[in-house]
């Protein structure tokens, strides 16, 4: 090669590697929309089969609507000029097409975690409203806080790689608070406020849609990475890695404490377990070895099991597939978890390898701060559409179940007759 040549194979390289790195998160973003199918399957099929249909129109109005009030507003909310808290550049801003879509699938996610919460009973036109206010408002405000450079936790150096909090805690929480005032679904507890189980119509479903939700999280974790390449510490291959070490871990946490609790080991327990692990590393895939991945991931899944046991029995909300304990507490364990053992190349910076309590006192102000503004803002706005339309289906209806009297349509039409008939 010519010397001449040299700036020219350097120029051609580094295009090649943004072309590469363009291409990596455009592939990631597709992982991410596939896991919109795995949420339906989850929800729909860890609840009662009357409800399917319902389910997946929320599910597709998430993505939808999600979608176009992102690209609309949302954006502009989280990665506009901004004074720390709130950005805006004007309606339609984005910064490329392959960054706007890969963040709009992360704001779908966010609005899709409310759903199963409050399956099996909210009217479909309010959990409109409440979808819209999600991906336009209450996401991309809280996102910006960290993902825009200039947010005030970004600021303060705040983690959250991927969306513990931000995706996870933020939607968790809202999904806690929408639960607790649609109240629980019809025969949950007994007249002296024993819980009683409702099981899903079709566990394959539920486990087929925890699998499509691993495999997109290769893409929700690896895609934030923003570009393939990096040392071992950050490169999306390393990120890809722990992903999968912490839902393993997570699914044995959840196995092993429910078998040794209900004596048998528990399928539901086990899929939350999964999910669990992987929202547990969501926050520190890009800040975690594969050791520390693994122990996060373990922890996420004990956690999972006694906190549904305790929303339920407890608290007394009917939480119908455990969306608060998988994204919301999860959520939060995940994002502290980097304050304990987190790394940063090959320097600790948790308070159990080196790194001193600062950063686990910056991980704890933002996962309290995400709390607190998930569950204040979807306070008001589930408490004014109480008030003025209504959250909840009448009992004729909920009995009936929300495919017919919501859309008209079943799920499965020959079971239906069957049902008739006998």
Not at 20 to 48: C, D, K, N, P, Y
Not at 61 to 85: K, P, Q
Not at 251 to 273: C, E, F, Q, R, V
Request: net charge negative; proline share 2%.
């Amino acid at each position: 090669m010519s010397l001449y040549n040299i700036p020219l194979f350097f120029q051609d390289t580094a295009a090649i590697e943004g072309d590469m790195g363009m291409l990596w998160m455009l592939i990631s973003g597709i992982l991410v929309f596939l896991m919109q199918a795995g949420f339906t399957l989850v929800e729909s099929g860890m609840t009662r089969s009357k409800n399917v249909v319902n389910i997946a129109m929320k599910n597709v109005l998430d993505i939808a609507v999600g979608s176009l009030v992102y690209w609309g507003v949302g954006y502009s909310l989280m990665y506009g000029d901004t004074n720390g808290w709130i950005g805006w550049s004007g309606f339609a801003f984005n910064q490329g097409p392959a960054d706007l879509f890969f963040q709009t699938v992360f704001c779908a996610t966010a609005a899709t975690i409310v759903s199963g919460a409050i399956a099996g009973r909210t009217k479909y036109n309010t959990y409109i409203i409440f979808s819209i206010v999600m991906t336009a408002l209450i996401y991309p405000i809280a996102g910006g806080w960290q993902w825009n450079g200039d947010g005030w936790l970004a600021q303060m150096g705040f983690i959250d790689f991927a969306g513990s909090s931000i995706v996870h805690a933020v939607g968790g929480w809202a999904a806690l608070i929408g639960a607790a005032l649609v109240g629980p679904r019809l025969g949950k507890y007994t007249e002296d406020g024993k819980a009683v189980e409702i099981p899903g119509h079709n566990k394959l479903l539920g486990t087929l849609g925890v699998f499509i939700l691993w495999f997109g999280w290769f893409g929700f974790n690896g895609g934030s990475q923003l570009a393939w390449g990096g040392d071992d510490a950050v490169g999306a291959s390393m990120v890809v890695l722990v992903t999968n070490l912490a839902a393993s871990g997570g699914a044995l946490g959840a196995l092993i404490i429910s078998w040794l609790k209900y004596k048998k080991p528990n399928l539901d327990m086990t899929l939350n377990g999964a999910l669990a692990g992987l929202v547990s590393i969501t926050a520190g895939c890009g800040n975690m070895g594969e050791g520390g991945a693994i122990i996060a991931g373990l922890i996420g899944g004990i956690i999972v099991v006694f906190s549904m046991e305790f929303v339920e029995q407890k608290l007394k909300i009917d939480d119908a597939v455990g969306a608060f304990s998988v994204h919301g507490l999860a959520g939060a364990w995940g994002t502290l978890v980097i304050g304990l053992w987190g790394i940063d190349g090959d320097a600790g910076i948790g308070l159990f390898n080196g790194g001193g309590s600062s950063q686990f006192v910056t991980q704890l102000i933002g996962t309290l701060a995400y709390a607190a503004w998930a569950v204040v803002t979807s306070f008001i706005f589930f408490f004014v559409l109480k008030k003025t339309m209504g959250l909840r289906v009448t009992e004729k209806e909920e009995i009936e179940g929300l495919d017919l009297s919501e859309h008209g349509a079943l799920a499965y039409p020959g079971k239906r007759q069957r049902e008739i008939e006998d």
